[in-house]
Protein backbone atom coordinates (compact mmCIF):
# COMPACT_ATOMS: atom_id res chain seq x y z
CA UNK A 1 0.00 0.00 0.00
CA UNK A 2 1.67 3.47 -1.15
CA UNK A 3 2.09 5.70 1.81
CA UNK A 4 1.15 9.20 2.25
CA UNK A 5 2.93 11.75 2.99
CA UNK A 6 1.16 13.75 5.60
CA UNK A 7 0.02 17.62 4.67
CA UNK A 8 1.72 20.60 7.40
CA UNK A 9 -1.08 22.56 9.31
CA UNK A 10 -1.52 25.48 8.07
CA UNK A 11 -1.14 28.29 10.85
CA UNK A 12 -3.30 31.13 11.04
CA UNK A 13 -1.00 33.61 11.49
CA UNK A 14 -0.14 37.63 11.16
CA UNK A 15 2.69 38.75 8.79
CA UNK A 16 4.27 40.53 11.59
CA UNK A 17 4.73 37.33 13.44
CA UNK A 18 6.29 35.43 10.84
CA UNK A 19 8.36 37.70 9.88
CA UNK A 20 9.58 37.90 13.81
CA UNK A 21 9.91 33.99 13.89
CA UNK A 22 13.18 32.19 14.47
CA UNK A 23 13.81 30.85 11.27
CA UNK A 24 15.33 27.03 11.45
CA UNK A 25 17.29 25.95 8.17
CA UNK A 26 18.49 22.46 6.88
CA UNK A 27 22.55 21.74 7.88
CA UNK A 28 23.97 22.67 4.30
CA UNK A 29 26.86 23.85 2.78
CA UNK A 30 25.09 25.87 0.29
CA UNK A 31 24.87 29.26 0.29
CA UNK A 32 21.04 29.53 0.10
CA UNK A 33 19.93 26.73 2.89
CA UNK A 34 16.28 25.40 2.48
CA UNK A 35 14.33 26.84 5.54
CA UNK A 36 12.71 24.04 7.51
CA UNK A 37 10.46 25.72 9.53
CA UNK A 38 9.90 28.89 11.82
CA UNK A 39 9.24 28.59 15.34
CA UNK A 40 6.73 30.57 16.72
CA UNK A 41 6.55 29.89 20.77
CA UNK A 42 6.55 26.10 20.76
CA UNK A 43 5.16 25.66 17.14
CA UNK A 44 7.01 24.63 14.63
CA UNK A 45 5.58 26.07 11.38
CA UNK A 46 6.29 25.62 7.54
CA UNK A 47 2.77 26.74 6.03
CA UNK A 48 0.53 29.16 6.84
CA UNK A 49 -3.28 30.37 6.28
CA UNK A 50 -2.94 34.66 6.07
CA UNK A 51 -5.75 37.22 5.34
CA UNK A 52 -3.88 40.52 3.74
CA UNK A 53 -4.03 43.10 1.46
CA UNK A 54 -1.86 43.21 -2.14
CA UNK A 55 -0.41 46.46 -2.23
CA UNK A 56 2.22 45.63 -5.32
CA UNK A 57 1.86 43.12 -8.18
CA UNK A 58 4.60 41.75 -10.71
CA UNK A 59 4.79 39.60 -13.19
CA UNK A 60 8.13 38.99 -15.83
CA UNK A 61 7.92 38.99 -19.23
CA UNK A 62 9.25 36.33 -21.22
CA UNK A 63 9.71 32.47 -20.92
CA UNK A 64 10.92 32.57 -17.72
CA UNK A 65 7.50 32.83 -16.07
CA UNK A 66 7.61 34.42 -12.98
CA UNK A 67 4.82 36.38 -11.00
CA UNK A 68 4.73 37.90 -7.56
CA UNK A 69 2.44 40.27 -5.21
CA UNK A 70 3.77 41.68 -2.09
CA UNK A 71 0.89 41.76 0.60
CA UNK A 72 0.16 43.96 3.83
CA UNK A 73 -2.50 42.67 7.17
CA UNK A 74 -1.03 45.90 9.31
CA UNK A 75 1.38 43.76 10.99
CA UNK A 76 4.08 43.82 8.35
CA UNK A 77 4.22 42.79 4.82
CA UNK A 78 5.77 40.03 2.50
CA UNK A 79 5.99 38.61 -0.84
CA UNK A 80 4.19 35.46 -2.51
CA UNK A 81 5.63 34.22 -5.27
CA UNK A 82 4.90 31.68 -7.94
CA UNK A 83 6.58 30.23 -10.97
CA UNK A 84 5.63 28.67 -14.37
CA UNK A 85 1.52 27.47 -14.51
CA UNK A 86 1.38 28.71 -11.35
CA UNK A 87 0.87 32.23 -12.12
CA UNK A 88 -2.63 31.76 -13.38
CA UNK A 89 -3.45 31.98 -9.71
CA UNK A 90 -2.87 35.62 -9.69
CA UNK A 91 -4.59 36.57 -12.76
CA UNK A 92 -7.83 38.23 -11.51
CA UNK A 93 -5.60 39.74 -8.58
CA UNK A 94 -5.14 43.52 -8.38
CA UNK A 95 -3.99 45.78 -6.01
CA UNK A 96 -6.04 46.56 -3.11
CA UNK A 97 -7.97 43.48 -3.34
CA UNK A 98 -8.17 41.52 0.06
CA UNK A 99 -6.93 37.75 0.01
CA UNK A 100 -6.82 34.85 1.98
CA UNK A 101 -3.58 33.03 1.20
CA UNK A 102 -2.31 29.05 2.07
CA UNK A 103 1.19 28.16 0.95
CA UNK A 104 4.36 27.33 2.42
CA UNK A 105 7.10 29.35 3.63
CA UNK A 106 10.03 29.33 1.81
CA UNK A 107 13.51 31.86 2.08
CA UNK A 108 15.54 33.32 -0.77
CA UNK A 109 18.82 35.75 -0.57
CA UNK A 110 17.58 35.91 3.44
CA UNK A 111 13.97 36.99 2.14
CA UNK A 112 11.26 35.25 3.68
CA UNK A 113 8.13 34.24 1.39
CA UNK A 114 5.11 32.85 0.51
CA UNK A 115 4.96 30.14 -1.90
CA UNK A 116 1.22 29.87 -1.95
CA UNK A 117 -1.24 26.72 -2.80
CA UNK A 118 -4.21 28.54 -2.67
CA UNK A 119 -4.86 32.07 -2.99
CA UNK A 120 -8.51 33.31 -2.86
CA UNK A 121 -10.49 36.67 -2.59
CA UNK A 122 -12.43 37.86 0.73
CA UNK A 123 -14.07 40.31 2.32
CA UNK A 124 -11.59 43.09 3.85
CA UNK A 125 -13.65 42.49 7.04
CA UNK A 126 -12.20 39.13 7.30
CA UNK A 127 -8.80 41.28 8.35
CA UNK A 128 -10.08 42.13 11.77
CA UNK A 129 -11.71 38.80 12.26
CA UNK A 130 -8.52 37.34 11.34
CA UNK A 131 -6.62 39.45 13.59
CA UNK A 132 -9.04 38.62 16.84
CA UNK A 133 -9.13 34.97 15.84
CA UNK A 134 -4.79 34.75 16.03
CA UNK A 135 -5.10 37.10 19.29
CA UNK A 136 -7.32 34.59 21.27
CA UNK A 137 -5.24 31.27 19.58
CA UNK A 138 -1.62 32.79 20.65
CA UNK A 139 -2.46 34.60 23.71
CA UNK A 140 -1.04 33.20 26.85
CA UNK A 141 -3.31 32.55 30.10
CA UNK A 142 -3.56 35.09 32.50
CA UNK A 143 -1.51 34.68 36.01
CA UNK A 144 -3.05 35.02 38.97
CA UNK A 145 -2.23 38.65 39.93
CA UNK A 146 -2.33 39.45 36.40
CA UNK A 147 -6.42 38.06 37.04
CA UNK A 148 -6.52 40.24 40.14
CA UNK A 149 -5.11 43.44 38.42
CA UNK A 150 -7.96 42.86 35.62
CA UNK A 151 -10.74 42.40 38.52
CA UNK A 152 -9.05 45.55 40.34
CA UNK A 153 -9.77 47.78 36.98
CA UNK A 154 -13.46 46.25 36.13
CA UNK A 155 -14.07 47.08 40.11
CA UNK A 156 -12.64 50.35 39.28
CA UNK A 157 -14.93 51.26 36.05
CA UNK A 158 -17.73 49.84 37.40
CA UNK A 159 -17.32 52.70 40.52
CA UNK A 160 -16.72 55.26 38.40
CA UNK A 161 -19.86 54.67 36.49
CA UNK A 162 -21.54 53.91 39.51
CA UNK A 163 -20.40 57.69 40.68
CA UNK A 164 -21.99 59.47 37.33
CA UNK A 165 -25.41 58.06 37.31
CA UNK A 166 -26.84 61.42 39.02
CA UNK A 167 -25.13 62.81 35.78
CA UNK A 168 -26.69 59.98 33.38
CA UNK A 169 -23.45 58.21 32.84
CA UNK A 170 -20.18 59.25 31.92
CA UNK A 171 -17.75 59.67 28.91
CA UNK A 172 -15.31 56.89 28.04
CA UNK A 173 -12.35 59.40 27.79
CA UNK A 174 -13.08 60.71 31.46
CA UNK A 175 -12.79 57.16 32.73
CA UNK A 176 -9.32 56.81 30.60
CA UNK A 177 -8.18 60.00 32.15
CA UNK A 178 -8.65 59.28 35.74
CA UNK A 179 -7.39 55.67 36.03
CA UNK A 180 -4.07 56.95 35.55
CA UNK A 181 -2.40 53.84 36.84
CA UNK A 182 -3.50 51.44 33.37
CA UNK A 183 -3.20 51.79 30.17
CA UNK A 184 -5.62 53.48 27.97
CA UNK A 185 -5.93 50.34 25.47
CA UNK A 186 -6.55 47.99 28.44
CA UNK A 187 -9.65 50.33 30.24
CA UNK A 188 -11.09 49.87 26.31
CA UNK A 189 -10.78 46.54 26.05
CA UNK A 190 -12.46 46.05 29.71
CA UNK A 191 -15.05 48.36 28.83
CA UNK A 192 -16.24 46.70 25.98
CA UNK A 193 -16.25 43.71 27.61
CA UNK A 194 -18.63 44.78 30.47
CA UNK A 195 -20.80 46.45 27.46
CA UNK A 196 -21.05 42.65 26.01
CA UNK A 197 -21.44 41.12 29.11
CA UNK A 198 -24.48 43.67 29.56
CA UNK A 199 -23.12 44.97 32.89
CA UNK A 200 -23.09 48.42 31.70
CA UNK A 201 -24.53 50.04 29.01
CA UNK A 202 -24.80 53.43 27.01
CA UNK A 203 -27.29 55.69 26.75
CA UNK A 204 -25.75 57.08 23.76
CA UNK A 205 -22.50 56.11 21.75
CA UNK A 206 -19.15 56.77 23.75
CA UNK A 207 -21.06 57.89 27.28
Not at 7 to 14: A, F, P, V
Not at 22 to 36: D, V
Amino acid sequence: MPEFKKRETSYKLRIGDILKANQIFEESEELNKRLQFVEIGDKKILRVNIIANVIDKFESEGERKFASITIDDGSGQIRARLFGEEIAKLQDTSQGDTLIIIGLLRSYNQEIYILPELIKKADPKYLLVRKLEIEKTFSKPLTSEQKNKVKALRDEIIDKIKQAEPKEGIDKEEIILNLKNSRPEIITQEIQKLLEEGIIYEPRPGR
